[in-house]
DNA sequence: GTTTTAGTTCGTGCAGTTACGAACCAATAA
DNA sequence: TTATTGGTTCGTAACTGCACGAACTAAAAC
């Protein structure tokens, strides 16, 4: 494979990867800059870079890169006697992307905790559904730590720095 | 607690769940429809009940309902003689709950071992650091189905039925 | 065969989002 | 001090998605 072949498959997947993270609600600007920083072999891009990369104007990548550093997906990094921001892949540790599942789980155990007071016959079917569905996400949530552990013991020789 | 303040509070939970759905992606009728069904004490609601309680439009009733049984939350039984359609929580197998995050996850191994074949220098840290992240999601969908197997060890006292 | 019931589909309007360009700001360079 | 660089904020225009009402369909009731 040469290397423009190889440039070329990589902004297709670009563009897939961009849709992916669209229908997963991501919005479409976001997208594209997320998976330019995955997928290139530049570990670092510009804003200019991006910008000239992506097509769009510096108003819709300001407002993206905000929003990517916001969600912690996105980082920059400077060097001394220069001005421009060289932005990457925020380097999180590998559980840590559990954390959105969890609370969103932890809500919901909540929600259903509140629906299952308020309810007059706690021992009709849909309430022992609920509870059922309560349950699992009490377990699951209690064996993400397990789960954090475990990964960590089996990855120690491989340490992660940032 | 009188059973109309019951009734007050629970409605008034309808609409906080439902806010809560439409922040993590769903429509807003849908997510009402949805909350409306896990919060009152009724077990199954007509579709005129539906449109009764959450004021909205037949046709936005028809749309959400139909998207919300794709979804695999929400089922419909009916009676002989009847032809109105009872609707009401799907009662799916606990464990079920994680499919959507297992596919996306799924989905990502994949879009992430693209990526990686494509890249010039396989060591690069971007590289080093997307082949962690892969590699816990391989590892969080490998434990999943011992979630699974642990829950309903525990559980096997209290046997599902649909 | 006509009417009623129970919902579905279609076309439209409104509201919310998104991305753009222009104006702006802050820091360095000249 | 003025100019340039690097990015942000603001106002606007275009686009998108959602919910509504009206028209429609299919099945049962009469």
Redesign the interface.
């Known amino acids: 494979m040469t290397?423009e072949e190889?440039i070329r498959?990589?902004k297709h997947?670009v563009e897939?990867?961009g849709l992916?993270h669209e229908k997963?609600?991501m919005q479409p600007v976001s997208s594209r800059i997320l998976a330019l920083?995955?997928?290139m072999?530049k570990?670092c891009f510009t804003f200019d870079e991006i910008i000239e990369e992506l097509g769009i104007s510096k108003s819709a990548a300001s407002v993206a890169l905000k929003m990517l550093q916001l969600r912690n997906n996105v980082e920059y990094i400077t060097f001394p006697g220069d001005r421009k921001r060289y932005f990457?892949?925020k380097?999180i540790e590998?559980?840590h992307?559990?954390e959105e599942?969890r609370k969103?789980m932890q809500?919901n155990i909540e929600?259903?905790g509140?629906?299952l007071t308020?309810?007059?016959?706690p021992q009709?079917?849909?309430n022992h559904?609920?509870n059922?569905?309560k349950?699992?996400?009490e377990?699951?949530i209690d064996?993400l730590d397990h789960?954090k552990e475990?990964?960590l013991k089996?990855?120690n020789s491989?340490n992660?720095s940032s």
């Open positions: 290397t190889r498959l990589q997947l897939t990867i992916e997963e609600g920083l995955m997928v072999d570990e990457r892949l380097r590998p559980y992307i559990f599942s969103k809500r929600n259903i509140k629906i308020l309810k007059a016959n009709a079917p849909n559904f609920l059922e569905i349950q699992m996400m377990f699951f064996s789960l475990s990964y089996r990855h491989s992660f």
